[in-house]
């Protein structure tokens, strides 16, 4: 009876989930002004149950805009500022001695790390010992501290923050690192009209806020859902295929993507359809989600570079050879 109850509850939020997903998107969009696609590609890697990676210039807005999706979702958000000094204990936590009638005893202390939503804004300027420290969260949603293992509360997602600008005294993440990631995002800058807004918007004695408009119960089954979404055998086939183009010899790409990256377009494709109303997976999905799975994925050689030939101008040459 509690399994039927539980499909009827699902069915019920498959239905809703177009709708929801709009109604989510106009709340956010109370604060966060234009980049519908950075929005719509966070909560992507969300349904997914994966980690996100923003590349973007100073400024554009992505604590902002992850805070007020944590709003939104009604998730406990947090910040993580990375610096060269930062230690792996202060993300995961540590142990503290703690008196209580006068017998001293050893305490867990919980760090930023045990959130819904973790914001690791700059995360090329920690260390690799404490970069490595989010290796565990990312890829088993729990920490260890001495002996003792914590399991994070679900959901659990990750967004990692960039700066393509500022490269002195940065770590760059190894390419171990890199592939724990579903989604690479760039966020551009506004255009002249959503500029325009920001300015008039957070010029005014009032600041915009938001309503939940997703509790985590509902965050849950609409992940179990996007793994549900169906799709074609051609489709599927073409995603792989996508992938092995970027492992066959090319002049402009030193390593391919892993298996990895197939997995992580097809259910980027999912997540994407299921938020856009639809209960199938379209060709427009996989070539939309190739990029964001692909660009962190994919080495270029150094003929590449010279040319000044970006990876999503290979991602666009393998996606029209293998139309």
Known sequence: MASEMNSRDLSQTYKMAGDMFVTLFNEIGKVVVGQADTVEQIAIAILCNGHALIESNPGLGKTLT?????????????????????????????????????????????????????????????????????????????????????????????????????????????????????????????????????????????????????????????????????????????AIQIVMATRIGSEFIEYGASPRASIGIILAAKARALIRGRNYVSAEDIDAMAYPVLRHRIMLTFEAERRGITTDQVIKSILEKTK
């Open 66 to 238: 992850i805070s007020t999706i944590s709003k939104a979702m009604d998730l406990n958000f947090s910040r993580i500022q990375c610096t060269p000094d930062l230690m792996p204990a202060d993300i995961t936590g540590t142990q503290i001695i703690e008196e209580s009638g006068g017998h001293k005893e050893f305490k867990f202390e919980p760090g930023p790390i045990f959130a819904n939503i973790v914001l690791a804004d700059e995360i090329n300027r920690a260390s690799p010992k404490t970069q490595s420290s989010l290796l565990e969260a990312m890829q088993e949603k729990q920490i260890t501290v001495g002996n003792d293992t914590y399991i994070l509360e679900q959901p659990f997602f990750i967004l990692a923050t960039q700066n393509p600008i500022e490269m002195e005294g940065t770590f760059p993440l190894p390419e171990a690192q890199l592939d724990r990631f579903l989604l690479k995002i760039l966020v551009d800058y506004p255009s002249y009209e959503d500029e325009i807004e920001i300015v008039n918007r957070y010029t005014k004695s009032i600041t915009p806020s938001v309503n939940k408009v997703v509790n985590k119960n509902t965050l849950l089954d609409l992940q179990r859902l996007t793994r549900d979404v169906p799709v074609a055998d051609d489709i599927r086939n073409r």
